[in-house]
């Protein structure tokens, strides 16, 4: 196996040598990214964005260059016929990523070969690691957003993968594992890349007394229904569904989910978490929706009219201490500099982002300039967008503001290519709203590896008034950990290597409340969501749930 020097040594000359790069052929990986954004955004349950755009007729426009001045953002073009523009250091680094080196895609396909290894990554994995998946010649990698990555991997199962190795935070990697085990997939192990805990702040905050202690006055209210965001651990949704009936939901499906719940339960509370701002978004967006025309909300959701949802916002509890660390860097100096800098641009962000940026990202989404939502929705947006204008035909050049952990680059720079190539009429500009101080220097020189990464050291550069778009917790997931699982899948027999993989299992497995284990009483929230999705309806026996506690 190459050492981590000699990969990162490769890197840099790529990093020196490279400021521009030829548009990628799409890769089994991107191809997969694609699939998973259409599936996600094609599901029963409509983005927010979408919903309120569609009921409000606003106008769409595509955005337009405006002429140069300083930019404060770090940005990528892509256009169909030259190269990657990279703009700023952060956007360099990202360019270099997105042109791995030959040696390490070689070694990777070996290692993921010999060990017939299916992997699963989040969108926001280290863009470094993506730039690879995307690159190597190997069908069984899907990068998807947390929702659809236990499905991956039982697709992977099914098409006969010997392991799974999961690329993202541990709750993630519980979730795959006991989404493997309910589809009869017990014997295929599934594997994390870290042999240290891979935290997350949004579900830690779920795992707090002072979430247990929420979740008990939920209870001892009649006709409560707690709605959990789908990025938290098993265990914590088991321990929810213990003490109070509850439902997952995601951000591209969480207001059709409280409007569908309140259309079925009338008498209803619904008690939403652990996502503070995305649950103080909620109630921005319900108070907008509660001043439509009837006839506009009744688009959004038949059943519905000012009234009920003026009613609803004071049956819509929200748990005040839950935070992501990464879109909490959208600050109100970011919402700043995208007014100033970029106000012909298009905007997204992710449904957990403070409250200024989702004002300004719901406005524009609302005038047919942007979309709030998840991941999918993000990346399904400027997907459409650039397909329309590549339609239309005419010189253009599109501005999207990446209002989401900056990992999200590679799937949304892989798919753009694909919709540019042929065609040098339309540029699509990436603009990345981190600061620059979001630069980490490593020390290193340039000859012995990288000496500016992007993202954040031991919370050193990362700055909640400039922002700083990439997570930590992801980025404890790295290439040579990905390696070692498969070297060590490819030969069990050796000591070391059933010590490393007994290490690297989901480490809560097992674990039971009141008696049951925690992955089958956990699935439970996410089994009524699921129903949802498919029919439209609260399934009978959570409205049962909600009226015999
Ligand atoms: S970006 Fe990181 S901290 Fe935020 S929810 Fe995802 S894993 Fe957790």
């Not at 990523?97 to 990554?121: R, S, T």
């Not at 919370?459 to 404890?476: I, L, V, W």
């Not at 009141?514 to 409205?543: F, Y």
Request: proline fraction near 4%; include cysteine.
């Amino acid at each position: 196996m190459a050492s981590y020097l000699a990969r990162t040594a490769r890197a840099a000359a790529t990093h020196s040598a490279v400021r521009t790069l030829a548009p990628a052929t799409t890769t089994a990986a991107a191809t997969a990214a694609n699939a998973t954004a259409a599936k996600s955004a094609n599901a029963t349950i409509p983005a927010i964005s979408s919903v309120v755009g569609r009921a409000l007729s606003m106008r769409a426009d595509l955005g337009s260059a405006s002429s140069y001045d300083p930019k404060p953002f770090p940005s990528l073009t892509v256009s169909g016929a030259a190269p990657l523009e990279a703009n700023g250091v952060f956007a360099e680094s990202q360019v270099a990523y997105l042109d791995p080196h030959q040696d390490d895609l070689d070694e990777l396909k070996v290692a993921l070969e010999a060990a017939n290894l299916g992997v699963v990554a989040h969108f926001y994995m280290d863009p470094e690691l993506q730039g690879l998946l995307a690159g190597v010649d190997w069908d069984h990698i899907v990068v998807a957003d947390s929702l659809v990555m236990g499905d991956a991997a039982v697709r992977q199962a099914e098409a006969g993968v010997s392991a799974i190795a999961v690329l993202g935070v541990d709750f993630m990697t519980e979730s795959v594992r006991a989404i493997m085990d309910a589809r009869g997939f017990e014997h295929i192990p599934v594997y994390r890349v870290a042999p240290q805990e891979i935290g997350c702040s949004l579900a830690s905050s779920a795992e707090a007394l002072a979430y247990q202690a929420w979740l008990q006055t939920a209870a001892k209210k009649d006709n409560s229904l707690h709605v959990v965001y789908i990025n938290t651990s098993l265990l914590t949704k088991a321990q929810a569904q213990a003490t109070v009936p509850t439902i997952t939901c995601t951000s591209g499906n969480v207001v059709q989910t409280i409007l569908q719940a309140f259309s079925q339960i009338p008498d209803l509370t619904v008690f939403y978490g652990p996502d503070t701002y995305m649950g103080e978004n909620l109630r921005v967006l319900f108070k907008t929706v509660s001043e439509m025309p009837n006839e506009q909300i009744k688009a959004l959701h038949p059943a519905h009219d000012q009234a009920s949802v003026r009613s609803l916002l004071d049956r819509l509890e929200v748990f005040q201490q839950g935070m992501c660390v990464v879109h909490h860097m959208f600050g109100d100096s970011v919402v700043d500099d995208l007014q100033t800098h970029y106000p012909d641009a298009l905007l997204t962000a992710h449904l957990e982002v403070p409250g200024g940026m989702f004002e300004l990202a719901n406005e524009a989404a609302v005038q047919g300039r942007g979309v709030v939502g998840s991941t999918a929705n993000i990346l399904n947006f400027i997907i459409t967008r650039t397909k329309e204008a590549v339609a239309a035909g005419n010189e253009d050049k599109l501005q999207f503001v990446l209002g989401t952990e900056a990992g999200m680059v590679t799937p949304i720079v892989k798919s753009v290519q694909k919709e540019l190539m042929g065609q040098d009429a339309v540029k699509v500009e990436i603009i990345f709203p981190v600061a620059s101080e979001a630069v980490h220097v490593t020390g290193e020189s340039v000859e012995e590896g990288l000496s500016i990464v992007p993202g954040v050291s031991g919370g050193e550069g990362c700055s909640a008034a400039g922002g700083c778009a990439t997570c930590p917790f992801m980025k404890m997931n790295t290439l040579d950990g990905l390696i070692d699982v498969a070297n060590a899948v490819s030969e069990p027999g050796e000591m070391d290597n059933s010590k490393l993989l007994e290490s690297l299992l989901p480490q809560r497995r097992g674990m039971k409340v009141n008696g049951v284990l925690a992955s089958t009483l956990g699935s439970q929230p996410i089994l009524h969501m699921r129903h949802l999705m498919t029919t439209g309806k609260i399934s009978d026996e959570l409205i049962n749930d909600v009226y015999s506690r």
